[in-house]
């Protein structure tokens, strides 16, 4: 008698109830559900979804293992379910009016649901069973009633399961079923976010883990849960949660600090700005025939490639001191004993010269001089690596113009000059100025854009 009195008014007692004895849940827990079978699976279920919520009307059972706690107040009203405690393929979630629902369905419980009258709808990747919820004539997944609880969600009487994440790496994870439970190793809260709390109080909060590539994924902690005011741990290791995707970007959802154990020492600085010597100006045009087709080749003398990140190539208009344009050249590398083409109309080079240029940038930028400018080559910590023309000094006139001409380097120059030396360089133009060549160039007959000649 006793027994059944608790199976009827169970749900509503944990509800209702701050504090209950273990004894009591003991109890509780042994009214499993032994005459429930499951007679459909996680993707049978998924395909009943046609683009819009829907009740289930079919005397379905789905079988399933708790993978979520809401004992730390992380997850809210939510059951996460798997198909399988290991290796799972198939994932969704259970909206529910029932707090502490972790007395009943420890993580790595069976249970058996009865789907018959919830409903089933989709939020972003997210597989959602539950009441219903009206919004401006929208209906969606809703929590299910705390009284409906027990007429749909039943405890199996199966031992609890040890839960095996999926080890994943962050790079990997498109291959990975969302809503799973997941395993990383090597991961970090990123530089900028050491030393502040998990999360801001009252407001879910997205703070940042990366691993020793500076891949990166979210970590989605609630205002509201038991460890929101801890400070985010410092060092490197293995954390554990459920995998969700908004729209294109991962997070993770821990259940409680014990899915987290930073003790190892953090990723090493990863060193991405490289300098060197042997790369420099190799070729500038200023066609006569057209100044669409004007670049700027870059050459690497070295036989190893080098990452361009934070290098830079200024350009001093005229007699200008101070920088007039740049081109930041973060994201190239450039590779051995190659060229590097920049080009300020990327079109009309691919038209004159026959193949893209590996850059397109802006008029007005160092690729584009009338041939009276300077430029400087520098590297990622400031060092000026390379230098055409005399800083504060009109080319015009000059030994460093190369108007409706060609500036190329002499093929015997293996590295830069942060000092503008003439005699490394063979310079076309139309006037001839100042040991100049007074000889104007036409593309694409006099230009070698890509090849060092």
């Keep these: 008698m006793i027994k059944r009195f608790l199976s009827a008014i169970g749900f509503i007692f944990i509800a209702l109830s701050a504090c209950v004895k273990s004894t009591e849940f003991d109890a509780l827990k042994s009214n499993c559900a032994s005459n429930i079978e499951a007679n459909s699976s996680f993707l049978e279920i998924e395909a009943l979804f046609n683009g819009e919520t829907i009740q289930i009307h079919e ?166 849960s038991d460890f929101q005011a801890e400070i985010l741990p410092e060092g490197n290791g293995t954390i554990s949660g459920i995998l969700q995707k908004d729209k294109n970007e991962y997070q993770l959802i821990v259940r409680d600090l014990n899915d987290i154990e930073f003790k190892n020492d953090r990723c090493p600085e990863v060193i991405t700005e490289f300098t060197s010597t042997e790369v420099f100006i190799s070729e500038l045009a200023d066609p006569n025939n057209n100044s669409g087709a004007r670049f700027v080749e870059l050459y690497n003398a070295s036989s190893e490639p080098l990452d361009l990140n934070k290098w830079m190539l200024h350009r001093y208009t005229n007699d200008k001191t101070e920088i007039s344009s740049t081109i930041d050249l973060s994201g190239f590398i450039i590779d051995a004993e190659s060229t590097l083409v920049l080009s300020p109309n990327a079109a009309e080079f691919e038209t004159v010269y026959g193949f893209a240029p590996d850059l397109g940038v802006s008029t007005n930028s160092p690729a584009d001089s009338n041939g009276d400018d300077n430029l400087v080559l520098v590297d990622p910590f400031g060092t000026v690596i390379d230098v055409f023309g005399v800083v504060g000094e009109d080319g015009s006139g000059t030994n460093h113009e190369f108007e409706d001409g060609r500036a190329v380097r002499n093929t015997n120059v293996a590295q830069g000059n942060p000092n503008y030396t003439f005699t490394e360089w063979t310079i076309c133009n139309d006037s001839g100025d100042s040991g100049t060549t007074k000889q104007p160039k036409n593309a694409p007959e006099d230009f070698t854009p890509g090849a060092r000649e």
């Design 59 to 224: 005397d379905l059972v789905l079988e399933g293992y708790v993978i979520s706690s809401d004992k730390s107040g992380n997850f809210f009203n939510t059951l996460f379910l798997q198909d399988h405690p290991s290796f799972p393929t198939q994932a969704l979630q259970i909206e529910i009016d029932f707090r502490k629902s972790h007395l009943f369905f420890e993580a790595g419980s069976k249970v058996l649901v009865k789907l018959k009258g919830l409903y089933l709808g989709k939020s972003s990747s997210v597989t959602k069973l539950g009441g219903t919820f009206s919004s401006f004539g929208n209906v969606s997944v809703g929590r299910l009633p705390t009284l409906k609880v027990q007429e749909h969600i039943f405890l199996a009487c199966d031992q609890t399961e040890s839960l095996e994440p999926i080890l994943v790496t962050i790079s990997e994870l498109d291959s990975i079923t969302t809503n799973t439970l997941v395993k990383f190793e090597g991961l970090e809260i990123i530089d900028e976010e050491l030393g502040v709390t998990f999360a801001e109080e009252g407001e879910e909060t997205e703070r940042f883990l990366q691993d020793c590539e500076e891949n990166r994924i979210g970590l989605l902690t609630s205002g509201f």
